[in-house]
Structures are given as C-alpha cells and as structure tokens.
C-alpha cells in the first residue's frame, strides 16, 4: 500500500512538470513583479528623458490592446516601453509581435529580464532607440503613454511612416485637434484610439 501511495506521487509530480514544458503561456503578473523584485547590481548609462519613467497599470494595458483589437497578426510598437508589458502582454494574450522602443538604457535592460521570464522571446524585442529616430512602418498598432506636447511633436511622423488603417492607442494624453475614433475610461485613466487615414487632412499635416 506504501508502495502505490509512492508510485501516485511520482505519477503526480511527473504530471505538473510536464505542463511546464509543454509550453503553456501564462499572462505575467507585473503588478505583483513591481512589489517582488529586486533592482538590478548591473551598471547602467544615465540618459536624460522627455518623459519621466510612469508605468501603465496592467488594467489599462489590457484594455489599450482590447481597444486596439490586436491579434496575432499585428506588429506592436510601443513607444518609451519602459518596462515592457504593452509588447510582453500582446504576445502573451494575442499572439502579437511586439517591439519595444525606449531611450532610457536601465528601462531597456530591465524590459530584456522581464522578456527572459515571459516565455515569448521569439516574438517580442527591446531597442534603445531614441522614437524619433525609428522607423515605424513595420507598425499594425503603436501604442503610447507619452506627454501631450510630445504626442504632438510625433504626429507627423506617425501620418508620414505608418500605413492607413494603422492604429495608435495612447495612454492619458490625446494628439490636439486630431479627434480619436474612441476614447475609454479604465479606472479612473482615459485611453485613446486613432486610425490612420488613407487621406490626411490639411490641418493636420
């Protein structure tokens, strides 16, 4: 009788490990990760930003992304990606490519061990890039939490790169007198969704 009771318990092990290495994606939990980890020992260049460093609850993430309709179809590009989870939960949900680009070296570096843990490395890159330096036309979706004035300053470069129908979802700020297709409220934030035209308005070029 012993003997059985050792031999379901092995069964049973055998059993758990096995689901780890069949693969099954699960969403990370960032929020909890903030509250857990431990910065990084590893030495880092310092570099003056635009917009200081604010995180997008995971709430949002999810409803920008719900908004932006992604599926695995889509090539994600998320601009100032700090610490990844825009291009990390598009890949885990749906399926997505993403591509993260931010200016600031210690964000990179800590989107990169975020990516390690989240089992889509084969879908998901970091760049330290500055935005406006980088090609977007690869681009389905671009997803921003930027500053207005920035917003503003990216927009022609956004008509000029990406190709109609693209879509840009952005965080808290809007892009001036370019009206959004949908604005949301996700508790308490408001996020934002534009298509791009095949025709771009006089007044906003």
Known sequence: MKLQRIALLLITS???AS????????????????????????????VETDVPYVPTPQPVVDAMLKLAKVNS???IY????????IPITAAQK??????????????????KQNLQ???VGDRVEFRQQDLFQTDLSPASVVTL????????????????ELKPGTRIVSHAFDMGDWKPQQVQQVD??????????????????
């Open 14 to 16: 055998i059993s758990v």
């Open 19 to 46: 689901l780890g290495v069949a693969g099954c994606t699960t969403v990370r939990d960032f929020e909890a990760d903030a509250q857990t980890s431990t910065p990084t020992t590893t030495p880092v260049q310092q």
């Open 73 to 75: 179809n889509d090539v």
């Open 78 to 85: 998320d601009l100032g990606s700090g610490d990844g989870r």
């Open 94 to 111: 749906y399926g997505a490519r993403g591509v993260g680009i931010d200016i600031d070296p210690q964000r990179v570096q800590e989107a």
């Open 117 to 119: 843990s989240a089992n």
């Open 145 to 160: 939490y930027l500053l207005p004035d920035i917003n503003l300053k990216l927009r022609p470069k956004l008509f000029k």
């Open 188 to 205: 308490g934030k408001t996020i934002y969704l534009w298509v791009v035209p095949e025709n771009v308005p006089a007044n906003l070029q």
